[in-house]
């Protein structure tokens, strides 16, 4: 298996949980190919999943869902991938975090991303399709813990 394949559809996945995290939406966008699909969902919102069809949508969707208001934490390891020519598909084990302010709330969860990757003409892996089924997922109030305290938020707003 060449090892090169390997570490840059690697990287391909860190940059956009990365990008996610920091709110990199061209960045984000540029992990997708523009047919991408996406299956999201969180049952904290009420929601046991959405589909997306396209790039577009699939960044819609994050810009909306995840803007400054809400700060994400996400990490990815043991990535299963296999390589077949020009495509190939991984599976990573990922746990995230959540915290929205606004809402008082801090959600943290844990799933399998099932993901599949071309690489395109000019070279570069993009995600064909990435999706996810929870293994658990957990939402804790701030008034249920009094010691837990803000101290730093990116986004925030100056007072």
Do not use: C
């Not at 990008?19 to 299956?39: C, G, M, N, S, Y």
């Not at 069809?53 to 991938?81: C, K, M, Y």
């Not at 929205?100 to 995600?127: C, L, N, Q, S």
């Amino acid at each position: 298996m060449d090892l090169v394949v390997l570490e840059e559809i690697r990287r391909l996945k860190y940059r956009y949980l990365r990008a996610v995290d920091l709110k990199q939406w061209d960045e984000v966008a540029d992990t997708f190919t523009a047919d991408a699909t996406a299956d999201y969902g969180t049952r904290a919102t009420g929601e046991d999943g959405k589909h997306f069809e396209g790039r577009d949508a699939i960044v819609a969707f994050l810009t909306e869902s995840l803007g400054n208001g809400i700060i994400t934490v996400h990490h990815a390891g043991q990535p299963e991938i296999d390589v077949d020519g020009d495509t190939a598909t991984g599976r990573w084990s990922f746990t995230d975090k959540v915290i929205v302010p606004e809402h008082k709330v801090i959600i943290e969860g844990a799933a399998f991303y099932e993901d599949t990757y071309r690489r395109e003409a000019d070279g570069a892996w993009r995600m064909t399709h990435i999706g996810y089924v929870r293994t658990y997922e957990s939402m804790l109030s701030w008034a249920d813990n009094k010691g837990f305290r803000l101290l730093a938020n990116r986004w925030a707003v100056p007072a």
